[in-house]
């Protein structure tokens, strides 16, 4: 009986690695036409609660589908057409601005230079506008490289247009079907392992939902804060900066960081030397940090995600270079549910023979109850019971 149960195990576990292997291999194969399906897939998750909802309120379940992507599609479209003119302002008054920062920088440099502590810039004659000149051509010549490498793709016009085309296509059909299809795949399952399977798959859908609609919520009520707090202190570009800050915040640490150097060195440049404003726009960012820390993520994602911020960013980076901008999509998801894989399969092992050793007969209880107590030695109790079948099984 051992025999077979372990020959089973061992083809249970050939078969689902060969599928898994194939899995990722497509995955790969496909990364350059996967963006509209994926990000079709994920609009209908995010939105099957609602559309449970309106199912118990009467309507059905293809009404309410048709209801909520047209309200999403409208909802994003206003918001689209309010921030995108406004966004855009600020981008191309920025770059008008740049020569001016430069300028300022190269004088504070040069007064710098000049003073007591000057020693601590290197030798030589300090010209930022020069400097800043190589890094614009050069960083020109990567973007201009990278944009002609793409738009040379004959799959890059078809990736843009059905982005906007198939997606919500996609996202329809997918949401219409998911109670469906969740049912159907449920139905696949193994029944020996039907009821572990479940367990792993609800842990799984808990850990992504609450990181992505919960960091989702903290993403846009930092950007919102920032955005509002910078404009209203008269920051120069705050409301860009604000709301790029929150759209980079579930990055861990890198998100705030980026954030905080634009934001204060902006205002460094802007406000010198009336430098109460430039630690008026650091207070900024040190009360949203600490919103962020002790309001917003223990109420809106919660410790139960599981998610550490350095297996956050390893899995940013590496689904990011392994499958680009689409890795960047499922990175959270596929983290989310690897951290949730690992820790079940690190309780198994906590509970299996592989951590306690083989079996061992247990020995008489009446030749425990015959042992002497001075055997156990002073300050320690003696054993009266052996006890091992009941902790290893």
């Not at 003119?85 to 770059?95: D, H, R, W």
């Not at 205002?267 to 820390?293: D, K, M, N």
């Amino acid at each position: 009986m051992t025999t077979d149960r372990s020959a089973l195990i061992k083809r249970q576990v050939l078969f689902w690695s060969g599928a898994t292997l194939v899995f990722v291999l497509l995955l790969w194969i496909f990364a350059s036409i996967l963006l509209p399906f994926v990000l079709g897939a994920t609009i209908a998750y995010l939105l099957d609660p609602v559309a449970d909802w309106f199912e118990r309120r009467g309507l059905s379940r293809i009404v309410a589908t048709v209801v909520i992507l047209v309200l999403f599609v409208v909802v994003f479209a206003a918001i689209i057409g309010i921030i995108v003119p406004v966004v855009g302002g600020q981008v191309a008054g920025l770059a008008e601005r740049v020569p001016q920062y430069v300028d300022k920088a190269q004088s504070m440099a040069e007064h710098f230079k000049s003073s007591r502590f000057g020693w601590i810039l290197p030798d030589g004659q300090t010209n930022l506008k020069q400097d800043f000149a190589q890094i614009v051509s050069e960083g020109t010549g990567i973007v201009s490289s990278f944009l002609a490498s793409l738009w040379s793709s004959s799959l890059a016009v078809v990736n843009f247009v059905s982005l906007f085309v198939v997606t919500p296509v996609v996202a329809f059909y997918l949401l219409i079907d998911w109670d469906r299809m969740i049912a159907e795949i449920d139905g696949w399952i193994p029944r020996q392992h039907v009821d572990t399977v479940r367990r792993i798959a609800r842990d799984i859908d808990r850990s992504v939902a609450g990181f992505v609609r919960g960091q989702g919520s903290v993403c846009l009520i930092l950007g919102t804060f920032y955005g509002v707090g910078l404009t209203l202190v008269g920051l120069n570009f705050g409301l860009l900066i604000g709301l790029f800050t929150g759209l980079i915040a579930f990055i861990p640490y890198i998100g705030s960081a980026t954030g905080l150097i634009l934001s204060v060195g902006v205002a460094f440049f802007q406000f010198w030397p009336e430098w109460p404003w430039v630690l008026v726009v650091l207070a900024i960012f040190l009360v949203g940090q600490f919103i962020e820390g002790n309001i917003l993520q223990p109420k809106l994602v919660g410790a139960s995600v599981g998610l550490h911020p350095v297996w956050l960013m390893f899995a940013l980076f590496a689904f990011g270079a392994l499958f680009g901008f689409v890795g960047l999509l499922i990175a959270v998801p596929a983290a989310a549910a690897v951290g949730v894989l690992v820790r079940f399969a690190l309780s198994q092992y906590l509970q299996s023979e592989m951590y306690f050793g083989r079996e061992v007969q247990a020995a008489p209880i009446e030749t425990a109850e015959r042992r002497p107590a001075v055997e156990a030695g002073p300050g320690v109790r003696p054993v009266a019971e052996d006890r091992t079948h009941e902790v290893i099984r």
